[in-house]
């Protein structure tokens, strides 16, 4: 029988939301104000489905706000861009993500990369 030698770690990481924190935000809101607030924030990133036109979605206000509060949330999450769920390895440097300089530095030496 064989034991784990008392020096092997376990490395755990998290990557940085991005769409992801859209996503919890819906399915953790309790009313349809904090939805329709939602809703606004998220056609104003740019960070939705290239399948949908903002444009229609404020033409169809009304039809939203027909919603229940779980197809509501549905929406929303439809809506985003699923790609976008985390920030990219390209994308560590874009000053929006506010990503730090130690989380930079341990992704590139996760991944093998020169330091800038």
Known sequence: M????PETSIVYCELSKCNQSYVDEAITAKTDADLTALLERVLSTGF????????????????????SCEDKKRFIIELLD?????????????EEYAISEADKAFTRSFYGLEEK
């Open 48 to 67: 939705i489905s290239s399948k949908v036109n903002p444009a229609e979605i404020s033409r169809a206000a009304a039809d939203f706000e027909a919603l």
């Open 82 to 94: 699923k790609n976008m769920l985390y920030v990219n390895l390209c994308d560590i440097d874009d």
């Open 2 to 5: 064989k034991s784990i030698a």
